[in-house]
């Protein structure tokens, strides 16, 4: 077979007229602005309050400083993107880009199961919390998500650069993802899909089933409270933590942990706006904004 070394992608991104694409490039950058301030605003509020410094909140600095690393691995390329006339990305571009995708992605996960090991313990565990979430315990917890988030990153990353690529270049999404890579190589991406589903479904379903038992058990404990402004009180702690996880779990597992039919087009590059661009913005909206200790927080160093 005749195999032509691909030197970059071009990518179609979303296909409108120029003034659409302006529009889109103005709310996605201004989005990305506002996520980069609010999770900004998060690590210095944190760093800067004593009393913020307890491993909720340090295990919410990491988590903001991800977001920044994670929308900043897609977004940018997206925007210049949305106004070049040659919309394009290298090969070697287009495998850093998914790494950094696929690690800070598997990071997030670890990172969210381990916030949910923190309330489990406040709430199930207030006698054993003080001891068993040491600062030391906090900085490996938050250290270890790291590491295996860097790891988890390489095989995939691997299996796809070593792929075939032909003459054809042409990928229908605004970023380099697994689903139009495997897509558009001409070898045989069996072997691939398989190892990049399996890993999917280790990461993503294992994660979220530790964080699903996580909080089963808070509940439980939540209902054996017997007053109602204490079980209010009690899950007041827990609520945000659940609904950034709710967010990113419900997009994340829709898009990866499937059969391998595609999904349209259209919907292929929805969700990913979804959890690329919008969920890093919902994670300092929703913290800061359901957490009083924050709010008392920034209020005093305003």
Same mark, same amino acid.
Request: net charge positive.
């Given at each position: ?207 979220? &089933?530790?964080?699903? %038992?996580?909080? !089963? ?5 939540? #209902?054996?409270? *017997?007053?109602?402004? =204490?079980? /209010? ?33 259209? &919907?292929?590059?929805? %969700?990913?706006? !979804? ?5 890093? #913005?919902?994670? *300092?909206?929703?913290? =800061?904004? /359901? ?12």
């Amino acid at each position: 077979t005749n195999v032509t070394a691909v030197l970059e992608f071009r990518l179609l991104g979303f296909r409108s007229n120029p003034h659409c694409q302006i529009l889109l490039f103005t709310v996605f950058l201004v989005i990305y602005l506002l996520t980069i301030l609010g999770n900004v605003i998060i690590i210095s509020v944190v760093t800067l309050e004593p009393r913020l410094h307890l491993p909720m909140y340090k295990f919410l600095q990491n988590l903001s400083f991800l977001e920044v690393c994670y929308t900043t691995t897609i977004v940018p390329k997206m925007l210049a993107n949305l106004l070049a006339k040659r919309k394009s990305i290298s090969f070697s571009g287009s495998m850093v880009q998914l790494y950094y995708f696929i690690s800070l992605g598997a990071t997030e996960c670890y990172l969210l199961a381990v916030m949910a090991y923190d309330r489990f313990l406040a709430v199930c565990a207030p006698l054993r919390y003080g001891v068993a979430m040491t600062p030391a315990a906090c900085t490996r917890l938050a250290v270890g998500s790291w590491l295996t988030g860097v790891f988890t990153g390489f095989l995939p990353c691997l299996m796809v650069s070593r792929l075939h690529f032909c003459s054809y270049n042409l990928i229908d999404h605004f970023f380099c993802d697994f689903s139009p890579l495997l897509k558009l190589s001409c070898s045989d991406t069996t072997v691939t899909e398989a190892v990049i589903f399996v890993l999917s479904l280790l990461v993503l379903s294992g994660c979220f &089933l530790w964080t699903l %038992v996580s909080y !089963l058990l808070i509940i439980l404990s939540i #209902l054996k409270i *017997p007053s109602a402004s =204490g079980k /209010r009180v009690t899950f007041s702690t827990c609520s945000s933590h659940l609904m950034v996880v709710s967010i990113y779990y419900g997009t994340m597992i829709s898009m990866y942990v499937r059969p391998s039919y595609s999904l349209s087009p259209e &919907l292929s590059k929805a %969700v990913p706006v !979804l959890y690329t661009v919008v969920t890093p #913005l919902l994670n *300092p909206v929703i913290y =800061g904004l /359901r957490n009083k200790a924050f709010k008392e927080a920034l209020g005093k160093i305003v």
